[in-house]
């Protein structure tokens, strides 16, 4: 398994702007598909967002769509989201997850790591 370590958190007002990091530990990081999902009280992990080992290859849950991107760095083991035009129901604790498979995920189920998650409050 690979460690995680999010940043990036923090409170912002709508419509803003936040991007997220994810670090991975080893040296096959580039091998992990990654995701970002996310947590609200009382509610189920979401799916975020997800990229494959190349970074060519990137998915997206329909809240989201056209407002976030997905992106990494296997050079630097990081995998990033960027989060624009924010609204309050964004508000969560995101999770930035690995896969040790090549491709996509979009299931929490489909992820062997996960991160201790970084919170993201947007003000109305």
């Known amino acids: 398994q690979v460690q995680l370590v999010e940043s990036g958190g923090g409170l912002v007002q709508a419509g803003g702007s936040l991007r997220l990091s994810c670090v991975g530990s080893?040296?096959?990081?580039?091998?992990?598909?990654m995701g970002w999902f996310r947590q609200a009280p009382g509610k189920e992990r979401e799916f975020v967002a997800s990229i494959n080992w190349t970074g060519m290859r990137t998915y997206y849950g329909d809240s989201v769509k056209d407002r976030f991107t997905i992106s990494r760095d296997n050079a630097k083991n990081t995998v990033y989201l960027q989060m624009n035009s924010l609204k309050p129901e964004d508000t969560a604790v995101y999770y930035c997850a690995a896969r040790a498979n090549y491709g996509l995920g979009v299931l929490p189920a489909d992820f062997d790591s996960w991160g201790q998650g970084t919170q993201v409050t947007v003000s109305s």
């Open positions: 080893g040296r096959t990081f580039s091998r992990y598909g």
